[in-house]
């Protein structure tokens, strides 16, 4: 299966991100482009930690606002991906389900540690 990134909307959505960023004043063309300028401008203020912080929510909000259209698209794709998948693994998916827990427990007892995790 693809990855999200290469269906025809996903593409779509990333083909106005060079042009929201130049918008906002930031010569990026892509996201990895994007985050170059964000080190390099961070790195420029390492001296100056508050208004590192405050370039850094900056274009951490230009970031979310340009992304926007991609993430729509992506998360819709995700979804029906994760539910396609549930369908067609549902005997695995049960089987962990069923037997991970004990599983955990035992591994947590053999080494002294403490699993835990994020409830949804």
Known sequence: MESVNEEPTVKRAYTKLKGCFARHGLAADDENAFF?????????????PRAAGREDRRLGTL??????????AREGL??????????????EVERLQN????RLDQVEQS??????????
């Open 78 to 91: 995700r979804r029906q991906r994760r539910t396609e998948f549930l369908k067609s693994h549902s005997a």
């Open 36 to 48: 170059g300028v964000v080190d390099s401008r961070l790195s420029a203020l390492g001296s100056n």
């Open 63 to 72: 970031y979310a606002r340009c992304m926007a259209p991609v993430e729509a």
């Open 111 to 120: 080494f002294g540690v403490r699993y835990s995790s994020p409830t949804p």
């Open 99 to 102: 037997t991970l827990p004990e």
